[in-house]
């Protein structure tokens, strides 16, 4: 079963997560502050952190870098009212994989939270499978039957994140402050050329195909069947 560490001071939005959990038969583990899931993380396995960030005492900002600091590695989702761009930069700078803004949606919470957990688990593993094509992280490599392409790092952190997240959209700049780097300074053509050059290397392999959705980005799809 998987453990939800829900870290919320108020205490209604606190049940309304935990009911919205439970729903879909995850495990929530409930926490009022900071400290209180410092206590339960010292005790027991959380697959996955659900946290505010505006609370008494330590707030969500600190919780998570001291975690990250720690060696945790669950997927962690920030739920706040604060939703400036700064705001947002901070909660991924310091670690935090995913981001809601109040008032949470529970169908967008439920989709976001298995996004997560689908992605933690192929990090975990560190490599991608779909149908007779493998990912492997570590050796940047892309295999099909007996042919293996070893890809230029961007190349290949650009294609793990599209197949991470099969069908969601990301935009140029989301994908540029993820692979190069707030403070990159190159600019969004990159993305673009990036993605050409994956079309050209993989454009008639069946198992998946990159596409641009127009005045948005990219995402990519999979065909794992064929």
Known sequence: MI??????????????????????NYIPVLAEDAQKALDILDRQHIDLMITDIMMPGMDGYSLTRQLRDSGYDFPILMITAKET???????????????MVKPVDGEELILRVKALLRRAKIVNERKIILGKVSLNYDSLTVSRDMERITLPQKEFFLLYKLLSYPNTIFTRMQLMDEIWGYD???????????ISRLRERFGDWPEF???????????AVKYEDL
């Open 3 to 24: 453990h939800i560490l829900v870290v919320e001071d108020d205490f209604h939005i606190r049940r309304l997560l935990q009911d919205i959990l439970l729903d879909e």
């Open 209 to 219: 195909d990159i596409i641009t959705v127009r005045g948005l980005g990219y995402k």
């Open 184 to 194: 990159s300074q190159t600019d969004e053509h990159t993305v673009s050329v990036h």
């Open 85 to 99: 761009i700064q705001d947002k930069r901070e909660g991924f700078n310091i670690g935090a994989d995913d981001y």
